[in-house]
């Protein structure tokens, strides 16, 4: 079974794969990251996907 951070590992993959293919984030900005801790990067990554959430809201309500 996965560990915890096993986990968060794969899902921080798997959101990267995500904002890259969306063009919501450049591959600059992703080595950037990678050079500070893994708690700036994954709250990075999470204010990334929730303004991108707010986005897709506010479009589809006007």
Same mark, same amino acid.
Do not use: P
């Given at each position: 079974?996965?560990?915890?951070? #096993?986990?968060?590992?794969?899902?921080?993959? =798997? =959101? /990267?794969?995500?904002? /890259?293919?969306?063009? /919501?984030?450049?591959?600059?900005?992703? #080595?950037?990251?990678t050079k500070t801790? %893994?708690?700036?990067? %994954?709250?990075?990554?999470? #204010?990334?996907?929730?303004?991108?959430?707010?986005?897709? #809201?506010?479009?589809?309500?006007?």
């Amino acid at each position: 079974m996965l560990g915890e951070e #096993d986990l968060k590992v794969n899902c921080i993959s =798997a =959101a /990267i794969g995500l904002l /890259i293919q969306h063009n /919501i984030i450049t591959h600059q900005e992703l #080595d950037k990251l990678t050079k500070t801790n %893994y708690h700036v990067f %994954y709250h990075f990554l999470m #204010d990334k996907l929730i303004e991108e959430e707010f986005s897709k #809201d506010r479009v589809v309500q006007t």
